[in-house]
């Protein structure tokens, strides 16, 4: 049996079918509304995406006894499409497919996926990416990093003359560290709300490359792949907001402490620590405070 590239994804694995018997399950035209692009045009504006995915999965060994904990759910399918457009605002689709692929392919039935993504509202056709994985192919799940310890350091701690001994005290810290800078006091001012998000946002940022300049323990890391890095191998981390903030899915409060509970919360810090201010009581995570006069904690 032949397929052409252009048949559903169904064709295309009953065509290529491996040796032994396989049972498929399929998802067809599944479409939903999200952010998602590489062009600033594409920011703040849904389009939709059309989904097909096709599922290889083992023959059951014996009756299923119309268990469902027994088979790979079809809601299994649509849940790994939803997280994965909850987890971050991507620019690419091939990221977006990789992603479903290899957490559809976490499950233990899984043997093979199609997985095909198709652009409906830009230009006159449905422009899209189609995968081909199976089990070991792609990078897998990202395994989870060790729960991390949350700083914020305020503008007045960063002009402390402790400053240096808490970032060697954060530093050996038996957990991946994460330190959340404040804004500068003489940031930038315009009147457009969306570039002061962005001036804002960098304005962190250099601050941040000045501090690792200062103290080489100290990482700047802005993405999910960098922090993951970073954490499981217990470097100590300043991070860098934009890259995040700008991709999330929930529009997080911009100011500087309200975004170290907001991270804080997204990686499930063990704790937070906040030095020479008071964090806001919007968050979870249980907090230290150090004052400006205490040189250990």
Known sequence: MSASAFDHP???AKATAPEGVHDRLSLRDHIVSVEIGAFQAERDMEQRLSFDVVVEVAAP?????DDVDLILS?????????????AERLNLLETLAERIADR????????????????????????????????????GP????????????????????????????????????????DLPKDREAVDLERAQLNIDLLEIEQAAWRLSAEYLALTVAGTRTELDW??????????????????????????????????????????????GDTLPMTHTIPTQTVTLDQSEF
Request: one cysteine or more; glycine letters at 4%; a negative charge.
């Open 74 to 86: 079809y809601d299994r399918i649509t849940w790994a499409i939803e997280h994965e457009l909850a």
């Open 10 to 12: 169904e064709a295309r």
């Open 104 to 139: 559809i392919l976490a499950e233990p039935l899984a043997m093979r996926v199609f997985v095909r993504i198709q652009k409906l509202d830009k230009g006159n056709g449905a422009l899209g990416v189609e995968i081909e994985r199976v089990p070991g192919q792609g990078d």
């Open 142 to 181: 990202v395994a989870a990093a060790r729960a991390p310890v949350v700083a914020f350091l305020s503008n007045a701690a960063l002009s402390s003359p402790h400053i240096s001994s808490w970032i060697a005290q954060l530093d050996a810290l038996d957990a991946p560290m994460v330190l959340c800078l």
């Open 230 to 275: 970073a954490m499981k191998n217990q470097l100590s981390v300043v991070w860098a907001p934009s890259k995040l903030v700008l991709d999330a899915t929930d529009s997080p409060d911009p100011a500087p402490k309200a975004l170290a509970c907001w991270f804080a919360e997204q990686w499930q810090a063990s704790r937070m620590i906040c030095f």
């Open 61 to 65: 060994e014996a009756d299923l006894g």
